[in-house]
């Protein structure tokens, strides 16, 4: 048995070589053209060789249409064939070569499926020219064989393949079978197609062992495809090369295939664990370690797909890993392209999921303000019913009652989407005080550094606070940027999220500074200097700074300034005192890096004392400030602020009323807990429903600008119209006769000439006592007939909703007229009056004085300069100094 088993196993590997040599040469022969046109031969062939009617075993979860050759009895078992060329997609189960045009290999592995056929996807070295995919068929061994291969190797065993002789009914892996079983000796081929002997195998990486012991299978069952098959796993390299082995001498034995039942694996499988390390994956089925771990299906940067065990919330590290490797090498690209050209701003528009999971704190801060705004134009809508602004906003004598919750709920009241926005475009800017999202970005790198199969040079350092020091810098710097507010103008309203912004920034300096004067940079996991990165992003909060600095000043708003620069160095304060950990650990090798030995000044020089006090940098080793003073500072800081702000209340401000009301935009801002008197029945109405502004001295400021489209006066007719502003209980267009009732407050532009467009543009002002059940009305009046006037027009709406202010204090308002009386005849139907309301407090007059004042004395110098220089020249006309000078006089 002996010598008939040597001359079979030569000549099996002089035929398997010579085809190999006779192939290459017949490729070298023929141009470009003429391979092409045998492609498509070798292609309609192979189409003809099998029968679509026939069951054919396929690739699991690929379409009917896609079908393998025969494995027996078609006229091209064993032969080569191309599958693609270079880019396209190579549909092979079995062996695939990957060659140049003149057919010289480069890559050769194991395939089960679709491959692309690209150097990047197969992983083989880049070359000029074109390249061609060739395949020869081989069995889909499946899963199971895999993980039994892949369970020897893992086990340092070497997968012998034997192969049965014809005079075994049925060979198996029992001691009696020993005589039917002879070794199937084949060169090995490497993934880079070098030639190694078996005993050189073993020093190939375990993936690239378990694709050279699939195709050893597939080449020993192309030497004889009716004898079945099985596996010995030998300790010995050496021993996988004997021509006879007995079952004994090997640890594990299987069945791997039989010619009527195809691939299978009958021996006892070791539990194959899956790769639990982001970056990695498994590409044999496998299970997890633990049983409370995820199991995920990914796939490597060849399409393979493979399997991962991550713990139960962080299954994201290692999709962006999957999602890194394949689109590694792709032309698939991402705005922006690299992660130094990605800043802060742009994360939300890039992948809004992971800015939601990495930065859940700020995320969730920017869904509750617009939730808030649309809760505020919902109170609009209703009339006040929901009493959010009378609630929400920082209020000073509000917070003589102990409503303390302001200090912190003013910063969700916003009025117009376009403070919202601006606040919101602050907070995407602060997004890395809070983390690093991982994105994955064109080149399949990842944006946070540390994160991802392929690393990204240009990656950005994740050194934020975390959530939950993050959701105390926002609370911390919202409450003491409203406490200084509160000491400028204590009886002002204050709304917006300003202050939890600038408290942001202050923490993004402070963590930079720290960043920067502990150098780093030395100490972190990535190959990159950040240090100039650091710089330019403290460039950019100083940049952001220095316009709200410019903006304070220009537009006088003292308090605005102080309450943003205090929320600043409350932020700054809260990463002094409390020293958070920087980052999530995947940069830095520690939590709080930044913490470093005190360096002290001696006449030895400067000595760095292993055992002394502990002390923090700031922008460089000069200034170093140790914990305890620096700590103690802050908390002084804070316990000041908190401190006055109790004085200002209680003590400064004795003298202020906690009943007093103001409004914004229209609605009410005041205490919410005062005890109001019960009612005639006993019932005492809830303190939110009473209101504190009904009754308050106020004045309505009207400025009537124009009315207009109203028809040409008849010829012969007289029409001298002028607009009265009045303050009554009634609508008239629920009840006209109001009209001729007398009014609680009104007043009355000058009466002008009749025409299609009237011009007034005079300011009106009416004192009055404020009230939710109050109308203003807009008359328009004919002084044709009489002094008083006959109303032919009249526009109104309540007057909270005429005091509903944007952003600059006033509404502006165009009313429709409605026809009253004969005001047919002058178009009044079609006539509309142009508005602005502002409301000014008693205290509001004289500072509004003296700016009419200072402008009026500013206009009258003006005119008298140019009155002057009217005189000079007129002057020197008279004089003749200036020929042809037109006559000024004229």
């Known amino acids: ?37 045998s492609v498509a031969l070798v292609g309609l062939l192979v189409r003809r060789g099998s029968d679509p009617n026939e069951s054919i075993a396929s690739v699991p979860g690929q379409d009917g249409s896609k079908r393998l050759l025969k494995m027996l009895g078609s006229p091209f078992e064993g032969m080569w064939r191309t599958c693609a060329v270079g880019g396209g997609t190579c549909h092979c189960v079995g062996t695939l070569v990957f060659s140049d045009m003149i057919g010289d290999p480069v890559r050769e592995i194991n395939s089960h499926g679709d491959m692309m056929c690209t150097a990047e996807a197969l992983g083989a070295p880049e070359g000029l ?6 395949c020869q068929d081989g069995v889909p061994w499946g899963d199971e064989v895999r993980k039994g291969l892949a369970s020897l190797i893992k086990q340092g065993l070497t997968p012998r393949v034997e192969i049965a002789s014809d005079e075994g009914q049925e060979p198996d892996c029992s001691v009696e079978s020993d005589g039917l079983w002879y070794g199937c000796v084949t060169m090995s081929r490497r993934w880079d197609t070098t030639v190694v002997p078996q005993v050189m195998a073993r020093a ?24 079945s098959m099985r596996i010995l796993g030998v300790r010995s390299s050496s021993g996988a090369d004997a021509v006879e082995m007995p079952v004994k001498a090997a640890n594990v034995c299987s069945m791997v295939y039989r010619p009527d039942e195809g691939a299978m694996w009958t021996a006892k499988i070791n539990p194959l664990h899956c790769a639990a390390v982001p970056g990695t994956c498994t590409t044999t089925p496998c299970e997890c370690r633990r049983p409370t771990d995820h199991k995920l299906e990914l796939h490597t940067p060849e ?4 399997w991962a065990c991550a713990e139960p919330g962080k299954e994201y590290q290692f999709r962006v890993n999957a999602l890194a490797e394949q689109m ?11 992660g130094i050209n990605c800043p802060p701003i742009l994360w939300m528009f890039m992948d809004w999921r992971a800015v939601a999971g990495g930065c859940p704190v700020i995320f969730g801060y920017m869904c509750m303000l617009f939730v808030c705004l649309m809760i505020r134009k919902a109170e609009e809508a209703t009339g006040g019913l929901i009493p959010w602004t009378r609630v929400a906003p920082l209020f000073g004598p509000a917070l003589k009652r102990g409503e303390v919750w302001r200090f912190i709920s003013y910063t969700f009241v916003h009025l117009q989407f376009m403070d919202l926005f601006h606040n919101l475009l602050t907070l995407l800017d602060a997004l890395d005080v809070e983390g690093t999202p991982a994105i994955v970005l064109g080149d399949g790198s ?29 609370l911390l710097s919202a409450a003491i940027g409203g406490m200084c507010s509160t000491w400028i103008g204590f009886k002002g309203v204050f709304t917006g999220a ?53 903006r304070g000043v220009s537009q006088r708003d003292a308090a605005g300034l102080f309450s943003h620069t205090a929320a600043f160095a409350s932020g700054f304060g809260y990463v002094l005192y409390f020293l958070p950990p920087m980052g999530d650990g995947s940069l830095l090798p520690s939590d709080r890096p930044y913490v470093v030995p005190c360096a002290y000044d001696s006449s030895e020089g400067l000595v760095v004392g292993g055992g002394g006090p502990q002390c923090v940098r700031l922008f460089s080793q000069l200034y170093e400030y140790p914990v305890p003073t620096v700590q103690h500072n802050a908390m002084l800081l804070f316990i000041a602020i908190v401190g006055f702000t109790i004085l200002n209340i209680v003590v400064l401000q004795r003298g202020t009323d906690s009943k007093e009301a103001a409004l914004l935009a229209g609605m009410e801002v005041s205490a919410v807990c005062v005890r109001k008197p019960a009612g005639p029945q006993g019932a005492r109405p809830p303190s939110w429903r009473s209101s504190n502004l009904e009754g308050k001295d106020i004045i309505l400021w009207c400025d009537v600008m124009e009315v207009s489209n109203l028809l040409a006066p008849a010829a012969g007719s007289n029409f001298k119209p002028f607009v009265e502003v009045r303050l009554t209980d009634y609508d008239h267009k629920r009840a006209p006769e109001s009209l001729a009732a007398p009014p609680a407050a009104s007043t009355k532009t000058r009466a002008v000439e009749g025409a299609v467009k009237l011009d007034f543009r005079e300011c009106l002002f009416l004192p009055t006592k404020f009230n939710k059940a109050t109308f203003v009305q807009i008359v328009l009046l004919d002084a044709s007939e009489s002094t008083s006037g006959v109303i032919v027009g009249a526009a109104s709406m309540p007057l909270h909703q005429a005091l509903r202010f944007n952003k600059k204090d006033y509404n502006e308002q165009t009313l429709k007229f409605s026809v009253v009386g004969d005001g047919a005849r002058v178009g009044a139907g079609r006539a509309s009056v142009h508005v602005v309301f502002r409301s000014l407090d008693n205290e509001d007059v004289p500072r509004l004085r003296r700016r009419v004042e200072k402008e009026l004395d500013d206009r009258r110098y003006q005119l008298r300069f140019h009155e002057h220089e009217l005189d000079a020249l007129t002057t020197v006309q008279e004089a003749g100094g200036i020929q042809g000078l037109p006559d000024i006089n004229a």
């Not at 050279?212 to 069952?221: E, S």
């Not at 199969?453 to 950005?460: E, G």
């Open 1 to 37: 048995m002996l010598a008939q088993m040597i001359p079979i196993t030569e000549r099996a590997l002089g035929n398997h070589e010579e085809r190999r040599a006779t192939r290459s040469r017949a490729v070298r022969r023929v141009v470009p053209g003429a391979l092409f046109a």
């Open 129 to 134: 020219g074109p390249r061609v995919c060739w």
């Open 204 to 227: 190939a990486p375990a993936e690239e062992q378990l694709d050279m012991a699939l195709r050893k299978l597939d080449a020993c069952r192309r030497l004889a495809p009716q004898s």
């Open 303 to 306: 399409g393979r797909e493979c």
């Open 328 to 338: 590694a090498g792709t032309s698939v690209s991402w705005w922006p392209p690299s």
């Open 446 to 474: 990842n944006l946070k550094c540390g994160v991802g199969a392929k690393q990204n040079f240009m990656c950005y350092p994740s050194i934020g606070l975390g959530s939950a020091h993050t959701l105390g810098v926002a």
């Open 498 to 550: 300003s202050s939890l912004g600038f408290g942001l920034s202050g923490a993004i300096v402070a963590l930079y500074a720290l960043y920067a004067g502990a150098e780093l940079d030395q100490t972190t996991s990535v190959q990159r200097s950040f240090q100039d990165w650091v710089w330019l992003r403290l460039i950019f909060v100083a940049f952001h700074i220095a316009m709200e600095w410019i």
